[in-house]
C-alpha cells in the first residue's frame, strides 16, 4: 500500500507562509483523491481540504479558503499545500491522506 510522507513545517511568524509537501511511494496516488488534515494539541483532528485525482477539483473549509491552495504532480508523486497569511491558532501537526492512509505528519508553528 503507499506511504505518504509530509514535510516542509517549522516555524513561521503570524502572517507568514509555508509550503508543506506530501511525497508518497509509489503511482497509485495519482488515482485517488487526497486529503490535508491538521490537528492541535488537545484538539481534534480538522479538515482542510480534499483534492480530487487528477487536481481538477479541490474543496477547501472554510477556514484556509483564499489563504490554502493545494496543487499535485501526479507524475512525481507528490502533492504541496500552499499556506499563506498564516495565523498562531494554526499551530498544528499537518498530515495528508488517501483513504485510511495517513503520513506522519509535519508539524507547522506560527508565533512571533
Known amino acids: 500500500q503507499v506511504q505518504l510522507v509530509e514535510s516542509g513545517g517549522g516555524l513561521v511568524q503570524p502572517g507568514g507562509s509555508l509550503r508543506l509537501s506530501c511525497a508518497a511511494s509509489?503511482?497509485?496516488?495519482?488515482?485517488?483523491?487526497m486529503y490535508w488534515y491538521r490537528q492541535a494539541p488537545a484538539q481534534q483532528r480538522e479538515w482542510i481540504e480534499t483534492?480530487?485525482?487528477?487536481?481538477?477539483?479541490?474543496n477547501y473549509a472554510d477556514s484556509v479558503k483564499g489563504r490554502y491552495t493545494v496543487s499535485r504532480d501526479n507524475a512525481k508523486n507528490v502533492a504541496y499545500l500552499q499556506m499563506s497569511s498564516l495565523k498562531s491558532e494554526e499551530t498544528a501537526v499537518y498530515c495528508c491522506?488517501?483513504?485510511?492512509?495517513w503520513g506522519q505528519g509535519t508539524q507547522v508553528t506560527v508565533s512571533s
Open positions: 491522506g488517501q483513504k485510511t492512509i
Open positions: 509509489d503511482s497509485s496516488f495519482g488515482t485517488q483523491n
Open positions: 483534492t480530487t485525482p487528477t487536481g481538477a477539483f479541490t
